[in-house]
């Protein structure tokens, strides 16, 4: 793969290095948000993308699921917040603050610390308690925690401000832990930038798969237009051992939202899908991780959420109409008609499981009433899971539904705040569901804390 835009972290230069990008003669700083003197920063240059399915070529590698490797499917594994990872033998759980081990099987659920005589309260050293030392954050600041290769890994972003808040540096930082808590590593550097503005939102999106990390972020700032502004709106990659530097496999198509778009990784594959501001839907692209190319299925512009791959196969919602279609043979069918779902729920989202489409839903009266409806691979609507009764001052933090495991994931926020507390995340309350014992509808979640 051809080495694309790189940031060198920590420092004033942004050297991009996408193919033929021009040279600007604005003396701004890369890594910084102040403007860039009314002169837009231009795309950088991505792999090749090929739109005829006839020529996509072929994958060679092993495309079965691997566990040390590949990326974990959960809802909420991609963008900020999501708070479980699939370990080896158990789950482990970050409630904003505290890093816990949980094991439904033996009903164990406890701080990940071995600490003898430890109190595992919060300043005390606790080897549980997660937060970067540079400053006093919590989990609102945490953009993910997953698993791989034997290890946690979490994502937080930084923000160090001087006394006056005036001006400050804010980091995305990869974290390693080891699985009994005890060693943690800053792995790397995501992007580090200076801003005036504390209150400079960021939003990423982001998946781990098979030795990348998969991201791309937006620096959004009020009356920001410089679209690829300070590496913004590019989807990267970068190893997951902490060597060599991010290589870029796209610019984001102009004008899209970054906002709620999921990547998902599967066998050489990464799927992703950028949908426009203006009517929500977007093309459906992926990555072929063994020819480098970006190829484009022939399939029609959708919302940016309502797609899914399940072994190399394509599942998208066009209207009320599920289809499947399959990259290969460039051969599209008719899955299932939600036309009588739609009417009795909202239909959201669609999620995959390994041997079911999971589609989320509401009431039309109540938001709060939710749950997933599950499809079979053959169409069929096996049943409607629904989720635990939430308070209405409740935050629904996310529903964490790993693939191939036993188990589905409910976590929500009984801090009645606004949502922009320090604290938030500590108040989380987790329920599980064990998906053997629940064929039926109305299938019991379990409080977990
Ligand atoms: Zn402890």
């Not at 499947?324 to 989202?349: C, M």
Request: with cysteine.
């Amino acid at each position: 793969m051809k080495k694309s835009l790189f940031f060198i972290v920590f420092c004033a230069m942004l050297l991009c290095a996408c193919g033929d990008t021009q040279e600007t003669e604005t003396t701004w700083k890369a890594d910084s948000l102040a403007d860039n003197n009314g002169k837009l920063t231009p795309p950088p240059n991505g792999v090749p993308i090929i739109t005829d399915p006839d020529q996509f070529q072929p994958v060679t590698e092993d495309q079965s699921y691997h566990f040390e490797t590949d990326w974990q499917n959960y809802l909420g594994k991609t963008g900020s917040n999501s708070f479980l990872a699939v370990g080896e033998d158990s789950y482990y759980y970050y409630n904003g603050v505290f890093l816990y081990v949980f094991d439904p099987k033996e009903k164990r659920y406890a701080k990940l610390c071995n600490k003898p005589e430890c109190t595992h309260e919060i300043n005390v050293g606790c080897n549980a308690e997660l937060r970067p030392a540079e400053s006093n954050i919590t989990g609102q600041n945490l953009f993910g925690i997953f698993y791989y290769n034997k290890n946690i890994y979490l994502i937080f972003e930084i923000p160090v401000f001087g006394d006056s808040d005036a001006e400050g540096h804010v980091t995305l930082r990869l974290y390693r832990i080891s699985p009994d808590g005890t060693e943690r590593t800053a792995v790397r550097d995501l992007v580090s930038f200076y801003t005036t503005e504390k209150e400079t939102a960021v939003s990423y999106t982001f998946i781990q798969h098979r030795g990348y990390l998969y991201y791309a972020y937006v620096f959004q700032k009020e009356g920001q237009n410089d679209f690829y502004m300070g590496g913004s709106n590019v989807l990267y990659r970068v190893p997951m051992d902490g060597s060599g530097e991010p290589e870029c496999i796209m610019p984001i198509p102009e004008d899209s939202d970054l906002t709620g778009t999921k990547l998902y990784g599967e066998g050489s594959y990464i799927y992703f899908c950028f949908s426009n501001r203006t009517d929500c839907m977007g093309e459906v692209y992926r990555f072929n991780t063994e020819s480098d190319q970006v190829e484009k299925p022939d399939i029609p512009r959708i919302g940016n959420s309502l797609f899914c791959p399940i072994s190399g196969t394509i599942y998208y919602q066009d209207g009320n109409v599920l289809y499947r279609y399959d990259p290969v043979t460039n051969e599209r069918k008719v899955l299932t008609d939600l036309s009588g779902e739609a009417k009795k729920r909202k239909l959201g989202y669609l999620v995959p499981n390994t041997d079911a489409i999971l589609l989320y839903a509401w009431e039309y009266d109540d938001m709060r009433d939710s749950g997933f409806l599950e499809i079979g691979l053959d169409g069929r609507i096996k049943r409607y899971i629904q989720h635990p009764d939430w308070e209405e001052n409740d935050i629904l933090v996310g529903v964490e539904y790993p693939a191939g495991t036993e188990y589905m994931f409910f976590i929500c926020n009984d801090d009645s705040g606004d949502g922009t507390s320090d604290q938030m995340g500590i108040g989380n309350t987790l329920y599980y569901l064990e998906l053997s014992k629940s064929d039926g509808e109305n299938p019991r979640f379990i409080q977990a804390n």
